[in-house]
C-alpha cells in the first residue's frame, strides 16, 4: 500500500484521488462535551480528534506576573492505532503538543492578560488536552483545528468574591482575539501536497508545519521528517500554506 | 514565556552585547575532548556551551529496536541543572524530549545510516552553560563529535539560530534576546546539499521578515561551516 502512494504521487495522483492541495472532507462540531469549558470534535477524513479545553486557578509564571497560564497536552490514546502505547506521552505525542503550544501562544489567540485574578498572585489556568480518536494521518492540523474550535467555544467559569471558581456556573466567553491555521506541507522528492492520510504519511521526506494568523502573518513553524528540504522549494511551502489557511479559517466559527 | 517587545535590546543598531545585528557571538570549537567516547566535541557560542559525544556504532538491544536493513541514531538531548540561573531539575521534560526529537531528525539526512544495520549510533548532548540558542549549539556540536567518531556523512551539519529583536532581524540570539524576542527561527542546513534538516519558528513574522531571516541564517550557517571544517582539520591534519 505504502509503495502504491508512493508510485501514485511520483505521477502526480494520490490514493484517494484528490488533488494535492485538496484537504479531506473536514467536520466540525464544537461543545460536545458538557464538562468541559470548551470542546471540539474534528474529523478529517478518518482521522478523528478531541480537544477539551478545562479552566482552572494557579499562580502566575514569575516572568509573567500579569498573564494567566496556558497548557497544552496530548495523548496518543491507545485506542486510536495499534502504534499507540499507554503509557507517558512520547516523544510525537509531547512534540504534537508543542507545536500546538506555540501556534496559541505566539499568535496570541487568548488575551492572557484578561485571565489574571490578582495580578502575580492569582491567575486563571486554561488547559487544553487533545485526545486522538482515530489516526489516520496528518494529526497535527486537524487537531490544531479542534484546538482552535475548543477555544472559541470557551466559557469563563463564574468565580465567587473570594475569587474561587463556581463549577456549572459561566461568565461570558474566553476572550479569543486571533484564529491561527496550521498547514503541513508534505514533501515527496520536488511533490508538495497537503493533508496526508496515513499511508501518505508513511512515504513522506518531510513536512513542514506552519501556523498562518488571519493577516497572514506567519507565528509558528516545524519541519518533521527524516529528510531535508531544499532550502529552495521553502518558500513555495509557505505561500502553500499560507494560501490554504484562508481556507481552511472559513470552517472555524 | 510571552515575547515583550518593550525591552531595550538594540540601541542605533548596536545589540546590548555589542554585536552587530548580523554578528554572531564568539564561536569557539574543540574536538576529542571525551577520550571515553568514539568522538566528541565542545562548541560554544558565547556564554552557551554544549558538549557532545557519539557512541557507536554498537550493536543495538533490546533486539526489537534493531532495523534489519539498516542502523540507527538516537540523540538526547540534556541541559545540566547548574546551566541556567535558576536550578533545573535534572531528567528529561517535554523540551528536552522534543529538543532531543528535532535534533535527531537535523542529522540523521547527513549520516549514511544503510551501512549500517542492526547497530545504533548514539549521540549524546549536555548543555553545561545556557544562554539561549542551545539546540543549535548542540546540534553543531553533535555533527562534529559524529565527524570525529568517523561515522560516514555525506556533509557536516551546521545550525544557527536567527529572529526578530525590537523590529531589527539578527542572527545567534542569546538567553536575554530569545526571551523578549518577536521571533526566533531554529535551522540547520547540510550544506553541500543545500538541505534544510531543522527548521523551527515562532513568534510572529511576515513571510517577507521569514524569507530574509532564512536567507540570513543559510549565509551564517555557511560561515559557521567553515569553522567547522577547519576545527576538523586542525584536530586530523597529518595524522594517518
Known amino acids: ?253 | 514565556m510571552t515575547k515583550k517587545s518593550d525591552t531595550e535590546l538594540i540601541i542605533s543598531g548596536i545589540r546590548k552585547d555589542k554585536r552587530l545585528p548580523e554578528q554572531t557571538r564568539e564561536i569557539k570549537m574543540k574536538i576529542g575532548n571525551i577520550v571515553s567516547a568514539n568522538g566528541s566535541a565542545e562548541v560554544s557560542f558565547g556564554n552557551t556551551v554544549a558538549l557532545a559525544s557519539v557512541h557507536g556504532p554498537r550493536p543495538l538491544f533490546p533486539r526489537h529496536l534493531q532495523e534489519s536493513q539498516k542502523g540507527i541514531l538516537r540523540v538526547r538531548y540534556n541541559m545540566a541543572p547548574f546551566s541556567v540561573v535558576d536550578r533545573k531539575s535534572p531528567g528529561p521534560d517535554r523540551r528536552s524530549t522534543e529538543i532531543s526529537k528535532v535534533t535527531r531528525l537535523a542529522l540523521e539526512p547527513a549520516l549514511f545510516l544503510d551501512d549500517y544495520p542492526k547497530v545504533t549510533v548514539d549521540g549524546f548532548v549536555e548543555i553545561i552553560q545556557a544562554d539561549g540558542s542551545t539546540r543549535v549549539t548542540g546540534i553543531n556540536a553533535l555533527s562534529l563529535a559524529l565527524a570525529s567518531a568517523g561515522i560516514p556523512m555525506k556533509d557536516l551539519v551546521t545550525a544557527c539560530s536567527v529572529g526578530k529583536i525590537n523590529g531589527t532581524l539578527v542572527v545567534d540570539l542569546n538567553g536575554e534576546e530569545d526571551n523578549n524576542s518577536e521571533a526566533d527561527v531554529a535551522f540547520a542546513i547540510i550544506p553541500n546539499r543545500n538541505l534544510v534538516s531543522l527548521l523551527q519558528m515562532d513568534g510572529i513574522l511576515t513571510k517577507e521578515e521569514l524569507i530574509q531571516l532564512l536567507e540570513l541564517a543559510k549565509r551564517t550557517c555557511k560561515k559557521i561551516y567553515e569553522m567547522q571544517r577547519e576545527a576538523l582539520l586542525e584536530k586530523y591534519k597529518g595524522e594517518e
Do not use: W
Open chain 1, 1 to 253: 500500500m505504502e509503495t502504491y502512494a508512493l508510485e501514485l504521487i511520483q505521477n502526480g495522483k494520490r490514493i484517494d484521488k484528490r488533488e494535492f492541495t485538496q484537504f479531506r472532507n473536514i467536520e466540525i462540531k464544537d461543545s460536545v462535551i458538557d464538562t468541559a469549558e470548551g470542546s471540539a470534535y474534528v474529523r478529517m477524513g478518518n482521522t478523528q480528534v478531541i480537544v477539551g479545553v478545562k479552566m482552572g486557578i494557579g499562580t502566575p509564571f514569575p516572568d509573567t506576573p500579569n498573564e494567566g497560564i496556558l497548557s497544552v497536552s496530548a495523548e496518543f490514546t491507545p485506542l486510536a492505532s495499534p502504534e499507540f502505547e499507554s503509557g507517558p506521552p512520547g516523544e510525537d505525542a509531547v512534540e504534537l503538543a508543542r507545536i500546538i503550544d506555540r501556534g496559541i501562544r505566539e499568535s496570541k489567540t487568548i488575551e492572557m492578560e484578561k485571565l489574571v485574578i490578582t495580578p502575580g498572585e492569582k491567575v486563571r489556568s486554561v488547559f487544553i488536552d487533545i485526545y486522538i480518536i482515530d489516526n489516520q494521518g496528518n494529526l497535527l492540523d486537524a487537531a490544531a483545528l479542534a484546538a482552535l474550535s475548543a477555544l472559541l467555544s470557551a466559557r469563563m467559569p463564574k468565580l465567587d468574591v473570594e475569587g474561587n471558581i463556581i463549577r456549572g456556573e459561566h461568565e461570558g466567553k474566553l476572550s479569543v482575539v486571533h484564529k491561527p491555521i496550521t498547514v503541513s506541507v508534505c514533501k515527496v522528492g520536488d511533490k508538495l501536497f497537503l493533508d496526508p492520510t496515513k499511508e501518505e504519511e508513511s512515504i513522506l521526506d518531510a513536512k513542514l508545519s506552519i501556523a498562518v494568523s488571519e493577516d497572514d502573518k506567519i507565528c509558528a513553524m516545524q519541519k518533521q521528517g527524516s529528510k531535508g528540504i531544499e532550502f529552495d522549494m521553502l518558500e513555495k511551502m509557505i505561500d502553500i500554506a499560507i494560501e490554504k489557511s484562508r481556507e481552511l479559517r472559513k470552517l472555524v466559527k
